[in-house]
């Protein structure tokens, strides 16, 4: 159903893919749009045992193309280090296909916005941390994309043991 990587050289193992989505603060997320138009949206995100999820508003394109069509990607680029005198990139990335949703339940939202909040405040107090959370809730939407698919690939000068 996936394509098989065209420079097999580079493709990177599952478990590096998944390091690199542990590892990332943003990455942008891609669904089928308005009259079927490509849209993707830098999002941050946190990864959790083959889901991924974000938070974002009730209402909007996001959304909308969510409804829509469930299917989509998501991309992290790890590292983009221009090379302009071999006008080459030594590049690493991951990119994870699935499909994606709404979560409704609210044990399962809060779950995945303990979860984000950790991420990006590792340092908060638990007590902080749900008086936030608590304070934002009404207005909160999550999605949960389920994993179907992950690959990553780097620059072949990677590959070759150059520095990173």
Same mark, same amino acid.
């Given at each position: 159903?996936?394509?098989?990587m ?7 193992s ?9 590892? +990332? %603060? ?7 749009g ?11 995100y ?13 209402? +909007?394109?996001k ?6 069509c ?19 990139t ?47 809730? +009404? ?11 992950? %690959?990553g ?8 043991g150059g520095n990173?």
């Open positions: 159903m996936f394509r098989e065209r420079r097999k050289k580079q493709a990177l599952h478990e590096k893919a998944v390091e690199i989505l542990q590892r +990332g %603060s943003c990455g942008v997320l891609a669904l089928l308005d009259e079927g138009y490509p849209y993707g949206v830098p999002l941050s946190v990864w959790d045992d083959g889901r991924i999820y974000f938070h974002c508003a009730k209402a +909007g394109h959304l909308d193309a969510i409804r829509g469930e299917k989509a990607s998501f991309c992290v680029i790890d590292q983009d280090d221009v090379k302009p005198e071999t006008y080459t030594w590049f690493r990335s991951a990119i994870a296909f699935g499909r994606i949703h709404i979560l409704e339940e609210d044990s399962r939202k809060r779950a995945a916005i303990e979860k984000l909040a950790q991420k990006y405040a590792p340092n908060d107090t638990a007590e902080n941390r749900s008086r936030v959370i608590d304070s934002e809730w +009404g207005p909160l939407c999550l999605l949960e994309m389920t994993v179907e698919h992950l %690959s690939k780097e620059a072949i000068e990677l590959v070759r990173a």
